[in-house]
């Protein structure tokens, strides 16, 4: 179910177990070839795809379409909330769904710059209503060993609109993409210790702003994106959503 889409008197109704997915995402450059919503439209899709699946098991909030975003102002278009920002107005969205008596929160986000603020949300949120169950899953790191067998391009391929982000797009908006323009851009003013992408982890960590990375945007192989590798990632992710909002259903602990 949609929340927004619901009378208030429907929602009046609901089990008060039913998971509520909090989307947050991100409005910023995706280099020359996808554009600035693919964050939000990728945490759109998959929203809509679990809706279509468990429609009476879930309740999907309003999503926030604009993240954390400050390594990406260089390139033009980009928008981005500060840290604080990010954690004030989920922070107080997710208090307004408890106050309406709702048991289990899972925040999915669709931004890797929303990773850090999300995390602390979730510990934040968690420590102060432990009452609640809060999960915080963001979709590449919900199903990596799958999606490890779908990754064609390589370490590096997988970062910023690189070739699953590509994939998706590809997969449900293919008339957004401008594959004329991708380019393959890896591994660019970089140190070992700090390559990373969806799929891996750095040893360790520095900040970078995409513009001091890469010349147009992009942090992966786009090439390599095809819309069937889109819909297999779909599957991947929205299984283990799945999962997730099953569990928290028949959870026994609130
Ligand atoms: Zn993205």
């Known amino acids: 179910m949609i929340w927004d889409q619901l009378t208030s008197p429907e929602i009046q109704k609901l089990g008060r177990n039913i998971p509520v997915i909090f989307p947050v995402s991100a409005t910023e450059q995706h280099g020359p070839h996808l554009p600035l919503a693919t964050d939000r439209m990728i945490g759109e899709f998959f929203c809509k795809e679990l809706n279509k699946a468990i429609t009476d098991k879930v ?3 309003p999503i926030m379409s604009i ?3 400050e390594h990406h102002m260089g390139f033009a278009g980009s928008l981005s909330i500060q840290h604080q920002t990010f954690l004030n107005q989920a922070d107080d969205v997710m208090n307004s769904v408890v106050r309406h008596g709702f048991k289990n929160i899972i925040i999915f986000n669709s931004h890797g710059g929303n990773l850090a603020a999300g995390h602390i949300l979730m510990e934040k949120f968690g420590s102060e209503n432990p009452e609640i169950q809060v999960v ?8 990596s060993e799958s999606l490890f067998e779908l990754n064609e391009s390589g370490p590096g391929g997988v970062g910023h609109a690189g070739e699953f982000e ?3 797009m590809l997969h449900f908006a293919p008339e957004l993409v401008k594959l004329d323009l ?3 851009i890896k591994n660019i003013h970089g140190y070992d210790w700090a390559e990373m992408d969806m799929l891996r982890g750095a040893k360790a960590s520095i900040y ?3 513009k ?3 010349s147009n945007g992009v942090y992966g192989n786009p090439k390599m994106g095809t819309a069937k590798k889109g819909k297999q990632i779909t599957n991947l992710v929205i ?3 799945k999962n997730i909002v099953a569990d928290l259903y028949n959870s026994k602990l609130v």
């Open 67 to 69: 993240g954390c975003s």
């Open 136 to 143: 915080l899953a963001t979709w590449w790191k919900l199903a």
């Open 182 to 184: 991708a380019e393959d």
């Open 208 to 210: 970078r702003s995409m």
């Open 212 to 214: 001091a990375m890469t």
């Open 166 to 168: 590509t994939s998706l």
């Open 239 to 241: 299984n283990e959503l």
């Open 59 to 61: 309740l999907i909030l």
